[in-house]
């Protein structure tokens, strides 16, 4: 009997180590997802300091999956910027953000030029969902409505006081 509870207390060990590797590698995924959006986020700010307007520049809005095949355009312009503003992007070799788990699918990094002078940007997270960001309002490029769990809105961080 003493053999029995010992292999269902270690089972029940390894069941919740398990578990919490699972977490910690969902909670390193949505930390790399902020660090892209926020990288992302700071290149548009360049460029439209630049330009005048967020890209695609010659759209006063535009919304879609940056990855998107249909996109490209779009999405050159974005990575043109952030490898001209961040460092950490000049090796042409380091690929463009994308989703660590979701790449290259509906639920990669979302951006939104909801005018010429705000755009939020939104993904998908795996330890912290809330649902409470949608592309329910995008009808360019055949977009698919999709929820998202993070987001950044140039209008919130422009305007909050210094």
């Not at 999956?65 to 996109?71: A, I, Q, Y």
């Not at 950490?88 to 939104?112: G, R």
């Not at 030029?113 to 997270?125: D, G, I, M, V």
Request: aromatic content about 10%.
């Amino acid at each position: 009997m003493k053999q029995i509870s010992l292999i269902l207390a270690l089972i029940l060990l390894l069941a919740g180590g398990v578990a919490l590797l699972h977490r910690n590698d969902q909670q390193a995924r949505d930390t790399i997802r902020k660090h892209h959006l926020a990288d992302i986020e700071t290149s548009l700010y360049f460029t439209r300091s630049i330009k005048g307007t967020y890209p695609p520049y010659d759209q006063p809005t535009w919304c879609g999956v940056l990855t998107d095949p249909k996109n490209t355009t779009v999405k050159a312009q974005v990575e043109a910027a952030l490898r001209q503003q961040n460092d950490m992007y000049k090796n042409p070799a380091k690929p463009f953000p994308t989703d660590p788990k979701f790449a290259n699918t509906a639920q990669d990094y979302f951006y939104w030029k909801r005018s010429p002078s705000t755009f939020e940007l939104y993904a998908t997270l795996e330890a912290d969902k809330t649902g409470d960001r949608n592309s329910l309002g995008c009808t360019t490029n055949g977009a698919t409505p999709t929820t998202y769990d993070y987001g950044i809105a140039s209008i919130n961080r422009e305007n909050k006081p210094q």
